[in-house]
């Protein structure tokens, strides 16, 4: 059975970092492309993320690049989501996601129950 | 990257047919057959319905069907059922080698 536990959410101020990490098991790990999909309170999905299976490949939105950072360790099947410099749109259910293949553009066919990150004074 | 197009909501009785739309540029859901819809009921992880613009995944109700015309995509849900009643996004691969969401739409089932 595919579970993704994701945990690291947190309160944080505005221009503050927050590390987000996803357990996964019951799967190949590094044959899929992982990915970070966050949702904001009462809001829609929003694509965050992707990191393809081998990790060579990074992908990211154009409201977080140059502030977040994907990485996965094949090790120990662990997904991250380094955040820097938080701003208040931040603010969301974070869901760590499995892809149905290596590329970004497979849809995703598992979820994590999420993480909530509150950016706020 | 702009979010895709979706209406804020649609509703059906039980029985009935409803198609939700979900309308994109050239440069996504009409370059590309990457299209995916979700259902996500309140509180809950979304949940994958239909890939690929008209993909079913193993054990998804025959009753949920996907397509594409030109840059808008559709999903249509037949024989609407109480459980259905979840918000659905669509989403679609993009030129610039990004993902991008719909909205949302609220499914009512009356």
């Known amino acids: 059975e595919v579970q993704l536990v994701e945990s690291g959410g947190a309160l944080v101020q505005p221009g503050g970092s927050l590390r987000l990490s996803c357990a996964a098991s019951?799967?190949?790990?590094?044959?899929?492309?992982m990915s970070w999909v966050r949702q904001p309170p009462g809001k829609g999905l929003e694509w965050v993320s992707t990191i393809s299976g081998s990790g060579g490949t990074t992908f990211y939105s154009h409201s977080v690049k140059g502030r977040f950072t994907i990485s996965r360790d094949t090790s120990k099947n662990t997904l991250s989501l380094q955040m820097n410099s938080l701003r208040a749109d931040d603010t969301a259910l974070y869901y760590c996601?499995?892809?149905?293949?290596?590329?970004?553009?497979?849809?995703?066919?598992?979820w994590g129950q999420g993480t909530l990150v509150t950016v706020s004074s | 990257q702009s979010a895709l197009t979706q209406p804020a909501s649609v509703s059906g009785s039980p029985g009935q047919s409803i198609t939700i739309s979900c309308t994109g540029t050239?440069?996504?859901?009409?370059?590309?057959?990457?299209v995916s819809w979700y259902q996500q009921h309140p509180g809950k992880a979304p949940k994958l319905v239909i890939y690929d613009v008209s993909n079913r995944p193993s054990g998804v109700s025959p009753r949920f069907s996907g397509s594409k015309s030109g840059n808008t995509a559709s999903l249509t849900i037949s024989g609407l059922q109480a459980e259905d009643e979840a918000d659905y996004s669509c989403s679609s691969y993009t030129s610039s080698a990004t993902v991008v969401f719909g909205g949302g739409t609220k499914l009512t089932v009356l």
């Open positions: 019951g799967f190949s790990f590094r044959g899929y492309a």
């Open positions: 996601a499995k892809g149905d293949g290596y590329n970004l553009w497979r849809p995703i066919d598992y």
């Open positions: 050239s440069s996504d859901v009409g370059g590309y057959n990457y």
